[in-house]
């Protein structure tokens, strides 16, 4: 059983997500707000600031709404 690859927090980690939001018509401060999630934590969790469990928990909802999450293309473009 193949565990899931969430990728490291970073910079270009932030663009990919923010721009997956973009090519699909949204932003990552609307799907933020749909969930009650404050858009500076979500920030924060992606650039690696935030860091501890629910940190954590939000980069991975983030990368896996884009798609980064246990994919070919997560191991390839992010790392």
Request: proline share 4%; hydrophobic share 35%.
């Given at each position: 059983?193949?565990?899931?690859?969430?990728?490291?927090?970073?910079r270009?980690?932030?663009?990919q997500i923010?721009?997956?939001?973009?090519?699909?018509?949204?932003?990552?401060?609307?799907?933020?707000?749909?969930?009650?999630?404050?858009q500076?934590?979500?920030?924060?969790?992606?650039?690696?600031?935030?860091?501890?469990?629910?940190?954590?928990?939000?980069r991975e909802?983030?990368?896996?709404?884009?798609g980064l999450?246990?994919?070919?293309?997560?191991q390839?473009?992010?790392?």
């Amino acid at each position: 059983m193949s565990k899931k690859v969430t990728p490291e927090p970073s910079r270009q980690l932030l663009n990919q997500i923010k721009a997956h939001f973009v090519l699909h018509g949204e932003t990552m401060a609307a799907w933020c707000r749909v969930r009650g999630i404050r858009q500076c934590h979500a920030r924060e969790a992606v650039l690696g600031s935030w860091n501890g469990p629910a940190g954590r928990a939000l980069r991975e909802s983030l990368c896996r709404e884009a798609g980064l999450v246990g994919t070919k293309k997560a191991q390839r473009s992010v790392g």
